[in-house]
């Protein structure tokens, strides 16, 4: 079982940056494959970005491309999304995923399907 907690959401404005956190527990973070889902009100959950196992790869939506980080820190245990220049239309609950198989597969891991474990999500508002 791995267990994953977000932190970090907050109210903020269009332009600022944030940083969201994913703690994990019951598995060394080092076998999982990570990524970060957000949901909007009323739209289905999309793909944020995932990082491999050591964060040599990492990919993004197309949307969030240089303006997004992410990152993972092992020795932590904690997995982030570091976010810049927001806009209004980043607004949404922001989710981090496990994939306990571990292993990058490209056409796979923008999907939320790949991933076994979920933490409880952390809410990002970003106002105009």
């Known amino acids: 079982q791995v267990q994953l907690v977000e932190s970090g959401g907050g109210l903020v404005q269009a332009g600022d940056s944030l940083r969201v956190s994913c703690a994990a527990s019951?598995?060394?973070?080092?076998?999982?494959?990570m990524g970060w889902f957000r949901q909007a009100p009323g739209k289905e959950r999309e793909f944020v970005a995932a990082?491999?196992?050591?964060?040599?790869?990492?990919d993004y939506a197309d949307s969030v491309k240089g303006r997004f980080t992410i990152s993972r820190d092992n020795a932590k245990n904690t997995v982030y999304l570091q976010m810049n220049s927001l806009k209004p239309e980043d607004t949404a609950v922001y989710y981090c995923?496990?994939?306990?198989?571990?292993?990058?597969?490209?056409?796979?891991?923008?999907?939320?399907?790949?991933?076994?474990?979920w933490g409880q999500g952390t809410q990002v508002t970003v106002s105009s």
């Open positions: 995923a496990a994939d306990v198989r571990g292993a990058w597969r490209p056409t796979n891991l923008r999907s939320q399907y790949e991933y076994e474990y």
């Open positions: 019951g598995r060394t973070l080092s076998t999982l494959l």
């Open positions: 990082i491999s196992r050591y964060g040599a790869t990492t």
